[in-house]
C-alpha cells in the first residue's frame, strides 16, 4: 500500500541555517505529495503541496519539488527563524479517494 | 479563517470504559475525518465520513470504535471498551470536497491516555 518515510528527529539547527527534511514514498499511480506543519498546542495544517511530477510546492520560503524518478519529495528552506520550530510532516493522497496517508513526522527545533 | 474544534484536549479514562471524542468541523465542509498518532509512530487514518455514513475505513477502525454526526455540527469518534493500545493523539479534519490535492482542516487534537 501506499506509504511515506521522513527522516527521523529532531533536527536541530541555528537560525539562519539551510534546512532540509527528507521524504519518500511508495504509492501506485501519481499520487499528491503534501507538507504539512504542526506548530506547538495546534492541529496540523497544509504548508505546500505539489499534484504532479516536476512541480514545485512554495509557501513561508519553504520548498518542495515532486521528483517521481526518485519517489521524492524533500522540503527545504534557505534560512530557518526560530519560529518555523515545529513538526513537520510529508503526506501523500492517491487512489480513487485521494485520502491522505501521513509519515511520522519530523520535528524540527531552530535555536537563536 | 474557520478552525476545526476538538473537545477535550486531554481524555484519561481507565481500560474497559468507554470514550467519546469530540469535534465540531468547519460549517460548510461535506467530509469528515479522524486520524490517530499513537507517540513516536505514523499519523494513521481511521475513518471517513461523508453524507452521514462511513465513506472509508481503515482496518484499524474495527467493532469497537464507531462514528456519529449526532447533529448538524458535531461529529464524534466514539471507542467502546479501552484498551491500553488505545493511548493516541486523536485528530479530527474535515475538507469541503474529496479530491486531488484537497487540502485538510485539522483540529488540534485530543490526547487519550488509557490507564
Known amino acids: 500500500g501506499d506509504s511515506v518515510t521522513q527522516m527521523e528527529g529532531p533536527v536541530t539547527l541555528s537560525e539562519e541555517a539551510f534546512l532540509t527534511i527528507n521524504c519518500t514514498y511508495t504509492?501506485?499511480?501519481?499520487?499528491?505529495l503534501f507538507w504539512y506543519v504542526q506548530y506547538p498546542g495546534e492541529g496540523l495544517q497544509l504548508l505546500l503541496k505539489a499534484t504532479k511530477a516536476d512541480d514545485k510546492g512554495s509557501n513561508k520560503g519553504f520548498e518542495a519539488t515532486y521528483r517521481k524518478e526518485t519517489t521524492s519529495f524533500h522540503l527545504e528552506k534557505g534560512s530557518v527563524q526560530v519560529s518555523d520550530s515545529a513538526v513537520y510532516f510529508c503526506a501523500l493522497a492517491s487512489g480513487g479517494s485521494y485520502i491522505p496517508t501521513f509519515g511520522r513526522g519530523t520535528s524540527l527545533i531552530v535555536h537563536p | 479563517e474557520p478552525e476545526v474544534t476538538q473537545t477535550p484536549s486531554h481524555q484519561v479514562t481507565q481500560m474497559g470504559q468507554e470514550v467519546i471524542l469530540r469535534c465540531v468541523p468547519i460549517s460548510n465542509h461535506l467530509y469528515f475525518y479522524w486520524y490517530r498518532q499513537i507517540l513516536g509512530q505514523k499519523v494513521e487514518f481511521l475513518v471517513s465520513?461523508?453524507?452521514?455514513?462511513?465513506?472509508?475505513k481503515s482496518e484499524i477502525f474495527d467493532d469497537q470504535f464507531s462514528v456519529e454526526r449526532p447533529d448538524g455540527s458535531n461529529f464524534t469518534l466514539k471507542i467502546r471498551s479501552t484498551k491500553l493500545e488505545d493511548s493516541a493523539m486523536y485528530f479530527c479534519?474535515?475538507?469541503?470536497?474529496?479530491?486531488?490535492?484537497?487540502?485538510?482542516?485539522f483540529g488540534s487534537g485530543t490526547q487519550l491516555s488509557v490507564l
Open positions: 465520513f461523508y453524507n452521514n455514513e462511513i465513506s472509508e
Open positions: 504509492a501506485t499511480g501519481y499520487p499528491s
Open positions: 479534519a474535515s475538507t469541503p470536497g474529496q479530491g486531488r490535492g484537497e487540502k485538510l482542516f
